[in-house]
């Protein structure tokens, strides 16, 4: 299923934050550093105050961490979300994850939300982010989980490493999740689609320079971007659990998102896309904010309701 949204642009909320986010990247410093990626990787941030009503447990892993975030009343142990941040594989784990496991397992009933805080390049090219990401799935397994329990979910390079890490399970027999929900998934690195021309100067977040990460990325290394390991849009989703796939109409990597649900529709794979008019990349940030964010999130939790059923 494809749904469009039918307003002609934003609403007056997405049109402010839009603006906002055009005269940062526009910027000539902060512009260059938001872009590329340079002002995420070396931005610190305070521990994240975890709310009374969750537990937030540390997990060390041999060479990444993971935090699991747990209701403290009524813990829903039907499911488990494992979520992988975005970041263009350059950027770790920020506070705002955090804040989307809370609502996860707000939507889920209750259910814990794991957060890997997998390696990333230049230090960790491709394939650290994979290798994480299948660690923290088989931790999963090895605490109590069957596949069918486990629900992906990622936004950007979290929402294609969430695909790549599908194929890798699929490829090796190993249990496969119940679900995936890929916000904005980055699932072609080879940025071949046509929106990465249509919208170039439309995306206020990676538009209008070719020195932004979609084009400048380290993950890659000496590998082939069209490994769908790597770019899963390239590879075969059959086998696949059903996927929920949002993304905006003006960003760059709309294709990604159509290609991927094209490719998976023929292959036999129940997807749901979601276009939202005249949003950005990974307008999901604006949490309950603005009305498409907050939309989108009920969505999400309308589809995980569908999976907590099956």
């Known amino acids: 299923m494809i749904n469009k949204e039918t307003e002609k642009d934003a609403s007056i909320q997405g049109r402010v934050i839009r603006e906002m986010i055009n005269r940062f990247s526009n910027d000539r410093i902060i512009g260059r550093k938001l872009k590329s990626g340079e002002l995420r990787k070396r931005m610190v941030e305070p521990e994240w105050k975890v709310p009374d009503c969750f537990t937030m447990t540390h997990i060390d ?11 403290k009343e009524n813990p829903n142990h039907d499911k488990i979300i494992l979520q992988l941040h975005g970041g263009g594989y350059m950027g770790a784990v920020k506070n705002s994850y955090y804040m989307f496991a809370g609502l996860y397992n707000e939507l ?21 982010a994979v290798e994480d990401a299948l660690a923290a799935y088989k931790w999963i397994l090895d605490h109590g989980y069957f596949g069918e329990q486990i629900i992906l979910a990622g936004d950007s390079a979290g929402g294609g490493l969430a695909m790549a890490l599908c194929m890798y ?38 538009g209008n320079t070719r020195e932004s990460l979609i084009y400048l990325n380290d ?26 796939i949002q993304v905006g109409s ?22 749901r896309l979601s276009i939202y008019e005249g949003m950005f990349h990974i307008f999901q940030m604006a949490m309950l904010a603005m009305p498409e964010s907050k939309k989108a999130w009920v969505e999400v939790g309308k589809f995980i309701d569908i999976l907590m059923k099956e």
């Not at 892993?61 to 209701?71: I, N, P, Q, V, W």
């Open 61 to 71: 892993m041999e060479y990444f961490t993971m935090k699991l975030l747990s209701s």
């Open 108 to 128: 889920s009933h209750g259910c814990s939300v794991l957060t890997p805080d997998y390696r990333v390049a230049p230090e960790n090219p491709y394939p650290a």
């Open 169 to 206: 399970l699929r490829d090796h027999n190993m249990p496969m999740p119940c679900g995936i929900v890929a916000m904005s998934p980055w699932a072609d690195l080879t940025a071949s689609g046509e929106s990465y021309d249509t919208n170039f100067e439309k995306d206020p977040l990676f």
């Open 219 to 244: 993950y890659v290394g000496d590998h082939d971007p069209m490994d769908y390991y790597i770019s899963p849009m390239f590879g075969s989703f059959r086998d696949f659990p059903p996927m929920l």
């Open 250 to 271: 003006i960003e760059m990597l709309l294709s990604d998102s159509i290609s991927v649900t094209a490719k998976a529709r023929e292959q036999g794979v129940k997807v």
